[in-house]
Structures are given as C-alpha cells and as structure tokens.
T-cell receptor, first 112, second 116 residues
Framework: SQQGEEDPQALSIQEGENATMNCSYKTSINNLQWYRQNSGRGLVHLILIRSNEREKHSGRLRVTLDTSKKSSSLLITASRAADTASYFCATDNTGTASKLTFGTGTRLQVTL | DAGITQSPRHKVTETGTPVTLRCHQTENHRYMYWYRQDPGHGLRLIHYSYGVKDTDKGEVSDGYSVSRSKTEDFLLTLESATSSQTSVYFC???????????????FGAGTRLSVL
C-alpha cells in the first residue's frame, strides 16, 4: 500500500493547548495536503504544502514538510473544542495519475 | 459538502443484491472519485473519473464498477454486494488533475452502506 501513516492515532488535549500530529509517506510527492473530518461528515481541505516548501501557515494552522525524511507535521495552536475531529494527510505522488493517497488519520479530542 | 450530493445517505441491503450509489455535482469539475472509509484504513480509492466516460481503477476496485455518462453524475455499482463491502462511501470532486495545478478535493457527505 502507498498509504501514509499518521501519528498519533488519537490525541486528547485541553482547550488552549497546541496539538501536533505527524504524517509519514513512502514515495516522492508533488504536494502534501491536510484534511479535517468532523464526525459523520465528509473531509474538508485545510492546507496544502508544495514539495519545494518547508513551512506554511494558515490562521492557527502550521504545516511543515521534510521531503528528506518523507514526513510532515500539522500544528494547531490554541486548540478549541470545535477543533475536535479526525485529521488526514494526503499526498499527491509524482508519477501517478490525478489522485491522492490518504493516510489513516489522527483523531483529535479537545476538551473544555 | 456544497455542490456535491450523494444518494442515498444510508442503505441496508442483503448479500448478493446489486447496489448503486450516486454522486451528483453542480460544480462542473472534471475529476470525480469514489472512496471507501473503514476503521484503521483511512480512505481508500475505489475508482475515479477524469472525464465523461473516462474512468480508471483505484487500489480497491475489485467488486465495484463505475459509470460517468454526464459531467455531473458519477455512479458506483456493487454488482453483487458482499458483507466486506459494508463501509462508508465518499464521493469527491476536483477541478484540477496532474499537470494542471494542485489536486484539491471536495467531498460529499457520504453514504453509509450495510450489507447483511
């Protein structure tokens, strides 16, 4: 399987704390994306980082990419209860057709 | 979920029966995808389409077929449903594919299928 792996599988933090989740992948990529999935809903795109970028910010989100280690991390700062969701990384792999390969996800629980 | 409608949202069927799931989009996007989501496996691609009547297999295509006769509709058919096909199915669309820029995907709300 070409799937990426997310770490940790589950994460529980308190509101106001930072949440960090990691993604490792296996092949060379054009870009890496992060998606959020609220319970019972479809995935929603959060942020994309290109293979020639090392860090990207969007609001309270910070994404890093290390292509030499084939890994990425998503940091959510000052977490809120509304951030409770599953988070998935997805890679757009070089040499493949127009499709993404999704990781297995990290389940984040933010408590009050 | 805007612009993407999956139907039905829930379905219970018996082993051996045919099942068709529908994905309808109003965005006029060229690319459409069918995924299944199972605990511990994340999302796995079943089939995708890169245009009307142009489809290709994903990593878990066995037991599934698709059709796309119009830009807006992408159908997923289980010819003879099995219990292993019990899952949540998601449709996604994308405006851009390889060589055209970033393939950002937009997802429908999902169809929960139970095969008894």
């Amino acid at each position: 399987s070409q799937q990426g792996e997310e770490d940790p599988q589950a994460l529980s933090i308190q509101e106001g704390e930072n949440a960090t989740m990691n993604c490792s992948y296996k092949t060379s990529i054009n870009n890496l994306q992060w998606y959020r999935q609220n319970s019972g809903r479809g995935l929603v795109h959060l942020i994309l980082i290109r293979s020639n970028e090392r860090e990207k910010h969007s609001g309270r989100l910070r994404v890093t990419l290390d292509t030499s280690k084939k890994s990425s991390s998503l940091l959510i700062t000052a977490s809120r209860a509304a951030d409770t969701a599953s988070y998935f990384c997805a890679t757009d792999n070089t040499g493949t057709a127009s499709k993404l390969t999704f990781g297995t996800g990290t389940r984040l629980q933010v408590t009050l | 979920d805007a612009g993407i409608t999956q139907s039905p949202r829930h379905k219970v069927t018996e082993t051996g029966t045919p099942v068709t799931l529908r994905c309808h989009q109003t965005e006029n996007h060229r690319y459409m995808y069918w995924y299944r989501q199972d605990p511990g496996h994340g999302l796995r691609l079943i089939h995708y389409s890169y245009g009307v009547k142009d489809t290709d297999k994903g990593e878990v295509s066995d037991g599934y077929s698709v059709s796309r006769s119009k830009t807006e509709d992408f159908l997923l058919t289980l010819e003879s449903a099995t219990s292993s096909q019990t899952s949540v199915y998601f449709c996604a669309i994308s405006e851009k594919g390889k060589g055209q820029g970033e393939n950002i995907q937009y997802f429908g709300a999902g169809t929960r299928l139970s095969v008894l």
